[in-house]
Every structure is written in structure tokens, then in C-alpha cells.
């Protein structure tokens, strides 16, 4: 009806008619009424709460075209007036929606990873890395079915994956940017044949980690780097269980033996695990402060945690992965020792303290890597290889210490070389975007399918 037939059904002045149609003015009651016997409507339907599709579009559009994304970007912002017609508002809420579905993907930039990754190991530092409501988790599942003590069998794995009403499935044609598919739809997890250079106890445990933890699809990169460090975190709160392996720890301590292989050949899985599980438990049972690092032979830190104060180099966004660590350190120094059998163990002198540290070699398809745990000097007399002599300096952050070249070979080389940087593209590139980075959904899909039968 055009505004001139209601006022004539209605006898409502076509002035009044306009300012209540475009919200400047309130009806009264006695107008509604007479617009409720024109439209044929109840008093219920002209005031109802629920806003007409075309409403809902208006409130849509308004918003969109007020956000700070919009705005940013300069986009006009038309008068939305009735005389707008149904398809071309349709049309403008469709391409709002669509900038903002393209910013959310394109967020997971290597800025943002860095600054989400900062936020993370924030909040570890806070809880000391210590997270009770997944030990809680952990604890629950064991006792589920019947675990009492000591490291947890293949056995009790399997129980807890049947338990939770799932099968395995073994497969040679998983897609290559997984680890391991879930299928939810008929509880099946799928895992590969030979599972590369991960424990593939882990593997599973991971795999189940989600569906206990109920994660649901990560909206963005943070979440994402969160649920993967909370289903590691119970993974290994299920290989390791937080009571035996505290009483193994606080019986290691109480004999000065502390020793990150020992819980690695006691609980029988890697050292990067073992090292990584005890900075879960150190702080929280043994009142001791610690680092952890990864770090790749051409010195780049791939993963680290700090609660000792020990100073990591980092970037302007505060991120340490991606940062070269001074030459000095043990997690540097470790590639240079030929004894591959055990740990090296030094003393070294930084701007923050003197730290004793313990680091490993270990090589896999993704490179020669170590890893190490430090501790500040007071508390090296619970740990074996406390009486190594192996001492260094560091002054980094300081360009001086190991970043600048001595003179001598400056003045000899510098403006003659010319070398071609290795670039570290999966630290450095755009992370590639969906809600899972890397996987490519398709091949996921395609996968499922065709083992659905
Ligand atoms: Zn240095």
C-alpha cells in the first residue's frame, strides 16, 4: 500500500504516516489500532519484538556500515531509507558480510600469529604452565578405566579410546596436512600407517583431546594455537599422570638426581616431551622456576617458556619465535659437542643471572634440533650434571656479544659478501587461511567420503 492509500483507509495524515514509518515518531495507541484494522493485523503483530526480515536487514546493514572495519576501510554508507528496494539492501548486507568473513580469514598474518603466540606464553607464565582443570581431565579418563599408577600401557589407551565410544582406523592415504582425522559422525579416528616422527600414542591422544576438551572449529589463530597447546598439555598429562610422576620427581630431587631423561625412560617417550611435561610439574611440586627452549641448528628459537626471568631475544611484538638465541647459550652451544649419547650441561653468565642448562641433540624429518631446560644457579644442586665445568658468557641482548662480527673479519669481508638467505617460510609466510591453517578441507572431505562406507 502506498502511504496515500493507508492515510485514506486510516485517516491518518500522510506527514504523520512518513515520520512513523521511518522511526522519527511513536505511535500512540489509538493509532496503532486504526493501522491494525487497515492491515487486517493483531495490536500483537504491529508490536512484536521480532523485527520484519526487512527490519532485521535494516539493523544489519546500519551496524555492518558503522563498524570499525567498514569505517577503517572508508566505505560509503548510503541512507537506508524505505525506498531502498528489498534486493539492492539484500545485496549490500551480502558484501558487508563478506568483508568481514575475508578480514577474519586473512587475520592469521605473521603479526597476528606472533602477538597470539605472545598472549599464550603470557598466560603459561601465569599459571606457571601449570593448568589444574586439564591434570583434572587427565586424572578422570585414567580412573575411568582403572588406571592406579606408574606409566599408562597401550593397553589403558585404547580402553580410554573406547571408552569414549570411538574405533581406530589405521590408513595409508591420509590427507598429507593432517596428523590424524576424526570423524565425528561415526566416532572413527583415523590415523596414519607409520606415523613419521611422532609418538603415536600422542597422536591419538590429541586426536582424542579435542572431543574431551569440546573444542569446537577455532574462530581465529589464538584459538587455534590455544586448543592445540591445551590437547598437547592433556596428551601428556595422560602419558605422564600428575601423581606418579610427581612422587617420581620429588624422589629425584630428594636424592639431587633430577634428570629430564630419567622421566623420558621412565615414562618411555621423547625428551622434548619429558622436558616439556616437567616444566608442567616443576614449578607447581618442586618450588622450582625454569626455561624451556627448541631451537633449530641454525639457531632459530622454534618454542620456548620462561618463568625464571631468563631474558629471551625477541621482536617488537614481543615474540621470541622466529629469533636467533646468543651463540653462548647451551641451546646453541649443544650442536658443537660430539657426545650425542648425553646431555650437555653448562653454566652461563647473562645479564639476568647465571643459569645452569641442560640440552639434547636430536634430528628428525624436520631438522636437527635441541632442546634444553634451564634453571637459575641456586637451584642446580637438585640436578645431575650440576658439577659440569662447562661455562660460557652472554651478554645478548647486547649487539656487542655474538650479532656483530668481530673487526678483524669485518674489515676483511665487510661489502664482499653477497649470501643467499634460507628463508624459514612456515615461521615467516602468511599462514595460509580456514579454520584449521594448513588443512585443506577438500582433501579432508574427499577422505572421509570415500571411507564412509
Ligand atoms: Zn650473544
Not at 640436578?383 to 674489515?411: M, V
Amino acid at each position: 500500500m502506498t502511504l496515500a492509500q493507508v492515510s485514506e483507509a486510516t485517516g491518518i495524515a500522510v506527514s504523520q504516516l512518513s515520520l512513523l514509518e521511518n522511526g522519527k515518531r511513536e505511535a500512540k495507541i489509538s493509532t496503532l489500532q486504526k493501522l491494525a484494522t487497515c492491515y487486517q493485523a493483531s495490536m500483537a503483530d504491529l508490536t512484536a519484538e521480532v523485527p520484519s526480515r526487512r527490519g532485521q536487514l535494516e539493523i544489519e546493514l546500519e551496524r555492518a556500515m558503522n563498524s570499525p572495519l567498514a569505517r577503517q576501510r572508508g566505505l560509503p554508507t548510503p541512507r537506508i531509507s524505505p525506498r531502498m528496494p528489498m534486493d539492492v539492501l539484500e545485496t549490500l548486507v551480502a558484501l558487508h558480510r563478506e568483508l568481514a568473513r575475508t578480514a577474519e580469514e586473512h587475520i592469521a598474518t605473521p603479526e597476528e600469529a606472533r602477538r597470539a603466540n605472545v598472549e599464550l606464553r603470557e598466560t603459561m607464565k601465569e599459571r606457571d604452565n601449570y593448568f589444574a582443570e586439564l591434570e583434572t581431565a587427565a586424572a578422570g579418563l585414567l580412573r575411568k578405566v582403572g588406571y592406579q599408577r606408574g606409566p599408562v600401557s597401550q593397553h589403558e589407551i585404547s580402553a580410554i579410546t573406547a571408552h569414549l565410544g570411538f574405533t581406530l582406523h589405521h590408513v595409508s592415504d591420509l590427507p598429507h596436512s593432517t596428523r590424524s582425522v576424526t570423524d565425528l559422525k561415526q566416532m572413527r579416528i583415523y590415523l596414519p600407517q607409520s606415523p613419521g616422527d611422532h609418538d603415536p600414542r600422542s597422536v591419538l591422544l590429541q586426536a582424542l583431546g579435542h572431543y574431551v576438551l569440546e573444542h569446537a572449529a577455532p574462530r581465529n589463530y589464538g584459538e587455534f594455537l590455544r586448543q592445540r597447546v591445551e590437547t598437547n598439555y592433556l596428551a601428556a598429562a595422560l602419558l605422564m599422570p600428575e601423581g606418579t610422576t610427581v612422587e617420581f620427581l620429588r624422589k629425584a630431587k630428594h636424592d639431587k638426581e633430577l634428570a629430564v631423561e630419567d622421566l623420558r625412560d621412565r615414562f618411555a617417550v621423547s625428551y622434548e616431551s619429558a622436558a616439556h611435561r616437567f616444566t608442567n610439574l616443576a614449578t607447581k611440586h618442586l618450588d622450582i622456576t625454569l626455561h624451556f627452549q627448541k631451537v633449530h641448528e641454525s639457531g632459530i628459537i622454534y618454542k620456548a617458556y620462561e618463568n625464571d626471568g631468563v631474558a629471551f631475544p625477541t621482536d617488537h611484538t614481543g615474540a621470541i619465535e622466529g629469533q636467533p638465541v646468543c651463540r653462548f647459550w647451551t641451546s646453541r652451544q649443544v650442536f658443537d659437542v660430539n657426545d650425542k649419547f648425553n646431555s650437555f650441561n653448562q653454566y652461563t653468565d647473562t645479564p639476568t643471572g647465571t643459569y645452569w642448562c641442560s640440552a639434547r641433540v636430536e634430528s628428525g624429518p624436520s631438522g636437527t634440533f635441541s632442546t634444553s631446560i634451564g634453571i637459575p644457579y641456586v637451584q642446580a644442586k637438585w640436578f645431575r650434571g650440576r658439577d659440569t665445568r662447562a661455562r660460557s658468557k652472554s651478554g645478548c641482548p647486547d649487539e656487542s656479544c655474538c650479532r656483530r662480527p668481530p673487526r678483524g673479519l669485518a674489515e676483511a669481508w665487510a661489502g664482499h659478501a653477497w649470501p643467499s638467505a634460507r628463508a624459514h617460510s612456515h615461521l615467516l609466510a602468511a599462514l595460509p587461511p580456514g579454520a584449521f591453517p594448513g588443512v585443506d578441507d577438500t582433501e579432508v572431505y574427499r577422505f572421509l567420503e570415500s571411507h564412509s562406507g
